[in-house]
């Protein structure tokens, strides 16, 4: 099943009366289960193409589909509920909720989704102990490590079981050793939930990793490599 | 799936969400705790001396209407309506005959009926004059219905029959006809001659004044009994003999107004001090029988008012619906009489414009002032929460790519907010309430102040001013705290709203 079907993406920014192309005409689509990163130098537009399939952001022109669904046509509160229940986000600075614990943290974007409290500590749990944070669901996130706290906004990506997860360079603020084992991770999660993962990186390690790696440069795709299982 | 049917589900489940935004509010509020207590103490304040302020000014007007009904009017009044008209300029003329029928009928009705002549004149003692306006009256019937009468500064309430006067207290003072407080050893000595008739009685009234040079004060522990003789020797001596020098205004046939010039003597027998200024001052009160004749006022049994009050009111109560003009008049017709055409019974308020006006001032002043509290400290809440959604733009961000809504996001702010005039709600409650323990208790004696302005300052309140509990108030003033500080969130979300989420997600 297609995922994610971008047809003519356009996206420009204007500063100061100045208007920058940021993408200039992508038409990608990703299926079920693959495991995608978008590579490209700074400013070759990827975090903007991830934003757009995110729908935390909308094209100057061309079209996006989420499941078949045209983005364009949904409302601003319908576009929210969207990225509540298809889209998993993985930050390069975690963005984690501050003054709640990890569990309480992971356990949010069910209690948006109406999980009971009970059932939602106990997906959060597992979704803890599933990124290898078992037992610190008491945690702050000024209490843990950077690695530590991007595991556990893998595990609040991932515990609404979504059907397109985004990690916007999510090994960036990680030493190699970590950004390794967060890769590990998100692999196996691809490998046993058949999530889709779709990465922006310019992190060789995360290219090696990735299944499928789209290459941008200056808003438009420059090239395509898919690489096959077990490689 | 429709994005549609999800918003369905997850409305199933919004308690456990707000559950989680109250959560993640408070903590977000004792994660900034100084500046939570700043902006709560804020809200405290203005809420506390808004239920302060409030309860002084209902107990002042609750006071001065206990006051002017118990003191000075009664429930209402029935008039002519062409004296009604010109009530301000005391048009005796416009008086009317026949007021005993009328008494009779509402005293079979179940009210105390009061009847009065009112009218202008000078009173001149030895020592002076001062214009007065004097109040004929039924001492029997103006007791039923007032009570000032109750608060004889010194000696008695006229009788029946003579020409005596019970003076008000400042009028009495002026004109030297109260008990002296103060005299130099002259007068004293000029008071023990005129007054003493024996040995004994002389060394009585020196007995009663302490000396401080290089004055003599009456003594603060003289009992009443004591001053109570002191006040007859003064009287006897005639010390306290008046002069009462009007004008008759009678009105003929043809309705021009023909003035009479009238002298009566008289003695003051009585000083009146009541918890009502107005009672106090330039006021004197003489029985009406004696007006009646030619050497009264000529009336012929006229009078200008008839004072009512329901027949064992107490002096605590407010009139009640059975005391409305309506009622009474309805009352009236039940035990079959109907006033004449020219008469009204009118409501006690149409005789205490100064009071309305003077309460309405300052209620609005006062509000007004405490709205301008209320504004600042709510600056403070709006600056709190404006830099509390500055400082976390990139936390909204991620909430909305979490998936929450506009609307959602509005509300967690508006919660966190509202927690705070809650707080500073609840804590202004508190010590508002505190504070008014006292006030209600005791008051506040501005007796001096009240004397300055001759007791004419409005409210119908001589010494005490004291607060009221006003519930309505200390609870409205909670909740309207909480939900000016829930409201005052509003603008700043929605302006953080606007960001793009992506450009929310890289503020720092």
Redesign the interface.
């Known amino acids: 099943m297609t995922v994610v079907e971008a047809r003519n993406l356009v996206k420009d920014y204007t500063t100061n009366g100045l208007t920058v192309p940021a993408l200039r005409g992508i038409s990608l689509s990703f299926e079920q289960g693959e495991f995608a990163a978008i590579a490209g130098p700074s400013g070759s537009g990827k975090s903007t193409f991830l934003h757009l399939v995110g729908c935390l952001d909308v094209p100057s022109s061309g079209e996006i589909r989420i499941e078949g669904t045209d983005v364009s046509t949904l409302s601003r509160k319908e576009l929210a509920f969207l990225r509540r229940q298809k889209i998993g986000f993985i930050f390069q600075a975690y963005n984690l909720i501050p003054v709640l614990t990890a569990l309480e943290n992971v356990s949010f974007p069910l209690t948006l989704l109406g999980v009971d409290r009970k059932e939602a500590k106990r997906m959060a749990e597992e979704a803890l102990a599933a990124v290898g944070l078992e037992g610190m669901g008491n945690r702050r996130p000024k209490e843990m490590s950077g690695g530590q706290q991007q595991r556990v906004a893998i595990a609040r990506a991932l515990v609404k079981r979504p059907s397109l997860m985004l990690a916007d360079e999510p090994t960036a603020n990680l030493d190699s050793k970590t950004g390794a084992e967060i890769l590990e991770l998100m692999l196996s999660l691809n490998r046993t939930l058949g999530t889709t993962f779709l990465f922006s990186t310019h992190d060789r390690m995360v290219m090696e990793y990735a299944r499928r790696l789209v290459h941008l440069r200056d808003g438009i795709v420059e090239g395509e490599e898919r690489k096959g299982e077990g490689q | 799936?429709?994005?549609?049917r999800?918003?369905r589900?997850?409305?199933?489940?919004?308690h456990?969400?707000l559950?989680?935004i109250v959560s993640?509010a408070f903590?977000?509020l004792?994660?900034h705790r100084v500046k939570t207590v700043i902006t709560t103490i804020g809200v405290a304040v203005s809420v506390a001396l808004y239920i302060f302020m409030d309860a002084w000014l209902l107990g002042m007007n609750l006071d001065s209407r206990r006051n002017i009904v118990s003191y000075e009017i009664g429930a209402a009044k029935i008039q002519s309506q062409a004296y009604f008209e010109k009530k301000e300029d005391l048009p005796m003329y416009e008086s009317f005959s026949n007021w005993k029928p009328i008494a009779r009928a509402l005293e079979s009705a179940g009210y105390a009926a009061a009847p009065r002549m009112t009218f202008t004149g000078t009173l001149y003692s030895r020592s002076g004059s001062a214009p007065i306006v004097f109040h004929g009256v039924d001492p029997e019937r103006e007791r039923r219905v007032l009570r000032y009468m109750n608060y004889l500064e010194a000696g008695r309430f006229p009788k029946e029959g003579t020409y005596e006067i019970a003076l008000g207290l400042l009028a009495a003072e002026k004109l030297k006809l109260d008990i002296p407080r103060k005299l130099t050893e002259e007068e004293l000595t000029r008071l023990v001659e005129e007054t003493a008739r024996t040995p004994e009685e002389e060394a009585f009234i020196r007995g009663l004044y302490a000396r401080q040079e290089p004055v003599f004060f009456l003594r603060q522990d003289v009992p009443r009994t004591e001053l109570d003789r002191f006040w007859d020797l003064l009287v006897a001596s005639g010390r306290n003999d008046a002069r009462i020098s009007t004008v008759i205004d009678i009105k003929e046939e043809s309705g021009k107004i023909r003035h009479v010039y009238q002298v009566m003597e008289a003695k003051v027998v009585g000083i009146v001090n009541s918890p009502n200024p107005k009672t106090n001052g330039n006021v004197a009160f003489m029985p009406l029988d004696v007006l009646s004749g030619e050497e009264g006022l000529l009336l012929e049994d006229q009078v200008t008012e008839i004072l009512v009050r329901a027949a064992g009111a107490k002096d605590s109560d407010l009139p009640g619906p059975k005391e409305s003009p309506e009622a009474i008049e309805e009352a009236l017709r039940r035990v079959g009489f109907s006033l004449p055409s020219s008469l009204r019974v009118y409501g006690w308020e149409e005789y205490v414009k100064d009071y309305i006006v003077a309460a309405r001032g300052d209620n609005v002043t006062t509000r007004v002032m405490i709205l301008l509290l209320f504004i600042l400290s709510f600056l403070g809440i709006a600056n709190t929460m404006l830099m509390a959604i500055l400082e976390r733009t990139?936390?909204i961000?991620?909430?909305?790519?979490?998936?929450?809504?506009?609307?959602?996001l509005v509300l967690s702010f508006m919660i966190e907010a509202g927690m705070i005039g809650l707080m500073g709600g609840i804590v202004g409650m508190i010590l508002g309430s505190l504070a008014n323990i006292p006030m209600v208790n005791h008051g506040i004696d501005y007796s001096a102040m009240a004397k300055q302005l001759s007791g004419d300052f409005g409210y119908r309140i001589t010494a005490l001013f004291r607060s009221a509990w006003n519930p309505g108030t200390i609870i409205g003033s909670g909740i309207v705290a909480t939900l000016i500080s829930a409201l005052l969130s509003v603008p700043p979300t929605l302006r953080a709203l606007k960001m793009?989420?992506?450009e929310s997600?890289r503020f720092e």
């Open positions: 799936m429709r994005p549609a999800l918003e589900e997850a409305k199933s489940s919004r456990a969400f559950k989680e993640i903590r977000n004792s994660r990139k936390e961000g991620m909430m909305r790519a979490l998936g929450m809504t506009d609307g959602e793009p989420v992506t997600l």
